[in-house]
């Protein structure tokens, strides 16, 4: 077992002294406790303070059993694993159980602080229904477990065998990129030669990082808190939660910052916002062209900075000029005189505003037209001359590890094939998880491991992907949980949490970057489980490729940490390190990531795909009946995708408050003869159910909002199986062209009253 590496904080015979130190920390002001989180953070929402709230039972249960029974109290520094925001925060740990957990200051993203998920989701570590054992599916279709060596020489003999008849070329690895994961996962496929490497990206943010990197080459962060106005177009910070933003909105809002929600659903964002712009779902594109031609028409943008480094503007203006934002209102639904009003607001708000690069919700993945929306919106922020400017939208600075000696971790032969998929999609910023489904339903790919991913669950019409997946030679899982991808596996390889076990160092990008580390922080719980840096390296010595895995985590970790001036042993004591030497600086015009350092106003590249050199109005593609609604989804902050609605200290918050009813507007219950707490019938071609409506003024007419974490189809997920609906069961299978999004909200649905 691996050695843990935590410092003894306090060692005493008496319980009152073990008392004293956790008093004496819950009362100072950097503490995190259950109601400093409800005063201080997203726990200002009336959800998220429910969550708090609720979610900590079983929490202070086991804080309060420490307290009688506890010798000692260690403390590790670590990353929360509750998202991908992996949050830094020191854990305490009492006779091998997790009692505490404060969010590290210098971490950029927690600044001091949790969500409520990253309190709930440690749970995960002594959930009762996690994978203890590997399993192996038998001749009867059902699961048994097998030991570590057996599953692993199986898997290398399936793998060996595709080698010799398809080429690397048919095996593909679909994950998560968690600080581990994305080190020895690839490297586990180039070692075999495949380049076949997707993400959820697919799912979550491809389609906006895309069209980004046509018009400025990649993404920004907006700098809210010094901003004088901010737009968020399908982004809740308070919803879909990072805390550092939602101290970020909180001072802006404090500051009198104009905050506009723009959004089919007033979310729980609205306690910081000004004002709730409420849009047809999929037509943001169309709001976004009436401001530019707004601000083009009265001559409100900033010419100098356009005329100093903007390619392409005269095209773009030509090709614009329809889209008047009368126009925009028969489009998006919102009022002409709305739209004028935002473009003058931002314009005089200008440099110090932007439009938020938001995170999946309007133009991430979720329509045919998201791609073209995301350049659209680089275009507008760059009318306004807001990039690396106080209170406007900053390209932040990052630090990478160097180049490692070869002598001890030499790098895999460079596959020089694309990732499957990829040339199908020419404006990709990287490969879409869907062509790993294609791929498997057409044949050419015939083994995939999902690691740290639920890609049936979450990517896309689960039915669709699990036949694809159920067409492979190998599929193999690896999770911690059974999972509706899991169902469809070969083998299910446990993995265990990220509580207990140590990651390589993970380098965030932020005003002073810094570098952070996921520490052990317990014990391995259930002895047949690994961590993925052992599960990837017995896979690659059994599969002839070991030469590339002969180091171990920590030696890997220590020599990415000297490249760039620190020690292993130093960031396992510190916690979070800085580089105040990297930090960013307002004011100088960035040098943009596009091939010639321009802003594209219009793309080639985008022409060539199919689009029009500027981004012009695009329809999404699905389209109702008159009596059919859009089917849109969005976050809970209790809830991370489908990963955390197993954990009962979460679920038991839905439970409660009745979370996983679907939102329909008053005006289209009323036409439907239904009222707040009815049960509705779902339907459309794709699936059917029946869940509990929340009727309610907060939603535009015109769509149906469903709560995007239930609809668990896992047995074995007690307190999660068969909660609420899922929201990917509706969704008819299709690819945004060019871009490689999951289109998730390209669907509609009948909703009826039931009895
Ligand atoms: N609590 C929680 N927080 C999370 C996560 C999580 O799972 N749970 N996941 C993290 C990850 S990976 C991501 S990608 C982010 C996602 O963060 P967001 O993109 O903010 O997530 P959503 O809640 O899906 O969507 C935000 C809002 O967009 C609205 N919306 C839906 N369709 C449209 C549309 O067509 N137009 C407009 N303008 N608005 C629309 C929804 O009603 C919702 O209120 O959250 C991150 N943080
Ligand atoms: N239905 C639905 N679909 C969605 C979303 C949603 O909220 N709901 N969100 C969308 C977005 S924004 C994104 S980013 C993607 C996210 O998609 P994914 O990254 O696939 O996230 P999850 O669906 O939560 O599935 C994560 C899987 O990893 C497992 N896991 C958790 N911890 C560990 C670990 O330590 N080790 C290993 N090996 N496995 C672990 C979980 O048990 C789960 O099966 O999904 C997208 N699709
Ligand atoms: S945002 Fe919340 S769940 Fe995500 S890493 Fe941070 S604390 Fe954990
Ligand atoms: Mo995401």
Redesign the pocket.
């Known amino acids: 077992m691996r050695r843990m590496n935590v410092r003894v904080l306090w060692r005493s015979d008496e319980d009152d002294e073990i008392f004293t130190i956790e008093r004496k920390t819950a009362m100072s002001e950097k503490a995190l406790t259950r109601r400093s989180f409800l005063a201080g953070s997203a726990g200002a929402v009336a959800l998220a303070g429910a969550a708090g709230f609720m979610g900590f039972g079983a929490w202070e249960q086991a804080h309060a059993d420490s307290r009688s029974t506890a010798k000692t109290v260690t403390t590790a520094h670590s990353l929360c694993?509750g998202c991908s925001s992996k949050c830094g925060y020191t854990a305490y740990v009492s006779d091998g159980k997790l009692i505490k957990q404060l969010g590290d200051e210098g971490h950029p993203y927690s600044r001091g602080k949790l969500c409520a998920r990253g309190y709930g989701y440690a749970n995960i570590a002594y959930s009762e229904d996690r994978l203890t054992d590997p399993l192996k599916r038998n001749a009867q279709g059902k699961f048994e477990k097998i030991d570590w060596d057996t599953a692993i020489s199986e898997i290398s003999d399936k793998v060996k065998s595709i080698i010799s008849s398809s080429g690397a070329k048919a095996l593909a690895l679909v994950h998560?990129p968690r600080p581990s994961g994305k080190y020895y996962g690839p490297r586990f496929m180039q070692a075999l030669g495949s380049a076949n490497v997707y993400t959820?990206g697919a799912?979550?943010y491809l389609s906006r990082t895309s069209g980004f990197k046509q018009v400025v080459g990649g993404g920004w962060t907006s700098d809210v808190a010094h901003s004088k106005m901010t737009m968020f177009i399908g982004r809740s910070y308070a919803d879909g939660v990072r805390p550092s933003q939602v101290a970020d909105i909180e001072a802006a809002h404090a500051n009198g910052a104009d905050l506009v929600i723009v959004d089919p659903r007033l979310n729980s964002t609205a306690l910081f916002a000004t004002e709730w712009v409420p849009i047809k779902p999929g037509t943001d594109l169309a709001l976004v062209l009436g401001m530019s031609n707004e601000l083009v028409r009265n001559g409100r943008y900033d010419a100098d900075f356009v005329a100093a480094n903007v390619e392409g503007f005269e095209d773009w203006k030509k090709a614009i000029a329809p889209y008047t934002a009368e126009w925009a209102e028969d489009v998006c639904g919102v009022p002409a005189d709305k739209i004028a009003s935002l473009a003058a607001r931002m314009a005089a708000a200008a440099p110090a505003c932007s439009i938020e690069p938001s995170w999946?919700a309007a133009f991430g993945c979720q329509y045919a037209n998201s791609g073209e929306t995301a350049r659209a919106i680089a275009v507008f922020n760059s009318l306004l001359g807001v990039w690396n400017q106080e209170g406007g939208a900053l390209f932040l600075p990052s630090v990478k590890a160097g180049a490692l000696d070869q002598g001890k971790f030499p790098n895999p032969p460079a596959v020089s094939e694309k990732a499957y998929g990829l040339s199908d999609l020419p404006l990709a910023s990287e490969s879409s998880a869907l062509s790993v489904a294609e791929g498997a339903r057409t044949g050419d790919i015939k083994g995939v491991f999902f690691?740290?991913?639920?890609?049936v669950?979450?990517?896309q019409n689960p039915t669709y992907l699990g036949e694809c997946f159920d067409k492979l030679d190998l599929c193999v899982v690896?999770?911690?949980?059974m999972?509706e991808t899991a169902q469809h596996a070969d083998y299910v390889l446990p993995?265990c949490?990220?509580l207990e076990r140590f990651e390589l160092p993970e380098f965030v990008s932020a005003s002073t970057p810094v570098v952070s580390l996921r520490d052990q922080v317990l014990d391995v719980i259930h002895p047949n489980t690994k961590p993925?840096d052992e599960i990837f390296t017995l896979l690659a010595n059994a599969c002839g490729v070991g030469k590339y895995f002969d180091f171990t985590v920590e030696e890997l970790a220590d020599a990415q940490l000297r490249t760039v001036g620190l020690t292993l042993d130093g960031l396992r004591a510190s916690g979070t390190q800085s580089f105040p030497e990297k930090a960013f600086v307002y004011g100088t015009t960035p040098k943009f990531g596009t091939s010639d350092g321009k802003v594209h106003f219009t793309s080639d590249a985008c022409a060539k795909a199919g689009y029009p050199a500027a981004p012009i109005w695009t329809a999404p593609v699905a389209d109702g009946g008159s009596d059919e609604l859009r089917l849109i989804g969005g976050?809970q902050a209790i809830h991370?995708?489908?990963?955390s609605v197993d954990v009962a200290a979460l679920m038991n918050i839905t439970k409660d408050y009745g979370l996983e009813r679907v939102w329909l507007s008053s005006e289209d219950a009323a036409a439907r003869g239904i009222s707040d707490g009815d049960t509705v019938h779902i339907s459309n071609a794709q699936s059917d159910g029946t869940v509990k409506v929340h009727v309610t003024e907060r939603l535009a007419p015109g769509c149906v909002w469903m709560p995007?974490?239930y609809g668990c189809a896992v047995p074995e997920q007690k307190n999660a199986y068969k909660v609420g609906l899922?929201?990917?069961d509706f969704v008819p299978f299709r690819i945004e062209p060019g871009y490689g999004g999951a289109c998730t909200q390209e669907a509609f649905v009948k909703v009826e009253k039931v009895g």
Do not use: P, T
């Not at 690896?478 to 949980?481: A, S």
């Open positions: 694993g998560d959820h799912a979550c999946r690691y740290n991913s639920n890609m669950a979450g990517y690896i999770d911690v949980l999972s993995e949490s990220y993925v976050k991370c995708h489908n990963q995007s974490h899922r929201q990917m």
